[in-house]
C-alpha cells in the first residue's frame, strides 16, 4: 500500500517570472520564504511520487478540446513550453506511469472519467511552484490537469471529490509509495478581462479561513463568491482536490499576501498527512 505524504498548495502567476524585478523587496522575500518553506516541507514528507494538480494554460489543450481531467499516464512530460520560462532548469521530467495507470483505472472504478495522456506539457502553472519551491531532488511527477480555467468547469463539490478519489487510490496502490500532492493556482487574480489586475484579499482570506471549515460552508461560499473575484480565482479547484485529498484535515498556512506587481492575491498552505 501507497501511503499518503501530504498536499502542498501555491499560487502560480506568469508574473512571478516576467515582473519579478518589479515586486518590491520586502514582497520578495516573503514569496521566496513562502515557496522556500513549502520546498522544505515537501522535502522532509520525502514523497516518491508527486501528483501536480494544475490548470493547462492551453499549452496541451485548445478550446476545440479541453478535457476536465487529464491525468499524465506517460514515461515522461515535458517542461513548460513558454519562453519566457526557458531558464527553468528541467525540460523533461520522469512520470510514474504505474502509479498514474493505477489512479486512472480506480477513477473509472469510482465513477470518474478523466482523459489521459501519455505525454503532457507541463506549463507554468506546474512548474513556477517547483522552481521557486528549489527542490534539490524532483520526484516522479503525475500531472493531473483540471480544467480550471475555462468554462464549463468541473464544479466544486466534483473537486473535492476528485481529491477523496485520490487518496483512495494511494491507499490502494499495491507497492511502497509515497504520494504527495502539490496544488497550484488561485487566489484571487483575473487575466484578460475588464477587471484585470485586482486582488480581492477579503475574498482571499475568507477562503482559506473556511478550509479550517466544513466542506458544506467552503463550496457554498467558493460557488457564490467565485464569479465574482477574477477568472483565476477558479483556479482554487486545485486546491480543493489537495483538501479532498487530505480528508479537510491539517490545513495550514504558509503565507498569504496579496502582490499587485505581480496581479495575484499569493496563497502557500500546507495539509499534514
Ligand atoms: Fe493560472
Same mark, same amino acid.
Given at each position: ?15 512571478? &517570472?516576467?515582473? =519579478? ?43 476545440? $478540446? ?7 499516464? *506517460?514515461?515522461? @512530460? ?5 519562453? =519566457? ?19 486512472? @483505472?480506480?477513477? /473509472? ?15 507554468? *502553472? ?18 493531473? +490537469?483540471? @480544467? ?9 463539490? #466534483?473537486?473535492?471529490?476528485?481529491? %477523496? +478519489? ?13 504520494? *504527495? ?34 466542506? #458544506?460552508? +467552503? &463550496?457554498?461560499? +467558493?460557488? %457564490?463568491?467565485?464569479? %465574482? #473575484?477574477? @477568472? ?5 479547484? $486545485? =486546491? ?6 487530505? #480528508? ?8 498569504? /499576501? ?5 496581479? &495575484? ?9
Amino acid at each position: 500500500m501507497a501511503s499518503f505524504a501530504g498536499a502542498f498548495a501555491a499560487s502560480h502567476g506568469p508574473l512571478l &517570472v516576467r515582473e =519579478w524585478d518589479a515586486v518590491p523587496a520586502d514582497q520578495k522575500t516573503r514569496l521566496e520564504k513562502a515557496f522556500r518553506e513549502l520546498g522544505k516541507r515537501m522535502k522532509a514528507a520525502k514523497p516518491d511520487v508527486l501528483v501536480v494538480v494544475s490548470p493547462d494554460h492551453w499549452s496541451n489543450f485548445f478550446l476545440d $478540446n479541453y478535457p476536465a481531467v487529464c491525468i499524465g499516464v *506517460g514515461e515522461a @512530460n515535458e517542461g513548460p513550453p513558454e519562453p =519566457w520560462m526557458k531558464a527553468f532548469p528541467h525540460r523533461e521530467f520522469p512520470g510514474h506511469p504505474r502509479f498514474a495507470t493505477h489512479l486512472v @483505472n480506480e477513477a /473509472l472504478k469510482g465513477g470518474f472519467e478523466p482523459s489521459v495522456s501519455h505525454r503532457l506539457k507541463l506549463d507554468h *502553472g506546474s512548474c513556477i511552484p517547483l522552481w521557486r519551491m528549489e527542490l534539490e531532488k524532483m520526484p516522479a511527477l503525475v500531472p493531473m +490537469l483540471v @480544467n480550471s480555467i475555462e468554462p464549463p468547469m468541473p464544479s466544486l463539490a #466534483r473537486c473535492l471529490e476528485w481529491g %477523496k +478519489l485520490l487518496r483512495k487510490a494511494i491507499e490502494r496502490f499495491p507497492g511502497k509509495l509515497r504520494v *504527495g500532492i502539490l496544488a497550484t493556482g488561485g487566489l484571487s487574480h483575473s487575466i484578460g478581462e475588464k477587471t484585470m489586475g485586482a486582488i480581492h484579499e477579503d475574498f482571499d482570506r475568507k477562503t482559506i479561513s473556511l478550509f479550517s471549515g466544513a466542506e #458544506r460552508s +467552503l &463550496v457554498r461560499y +467558493l460557488d %457564490k463568491e467565485l464569479p %465574482k #473575484r477574477g @477568472n483565476g480565482s477558479e483556479e482554487v479547484r $486545485n =486546491w480543493l482536490v489537495a483538501h479532498g485529498a487530505a #480528508r479537510g484535515k491539517g490545513f495550514e498556512l504558509v503565507d498569504y /499576501l496579496p502582490v499587485p506587481a505581480v496581479i &495575484v492575491g499569493c496563497g502557500f498552505a500546507a495539509w499534514r498527512p
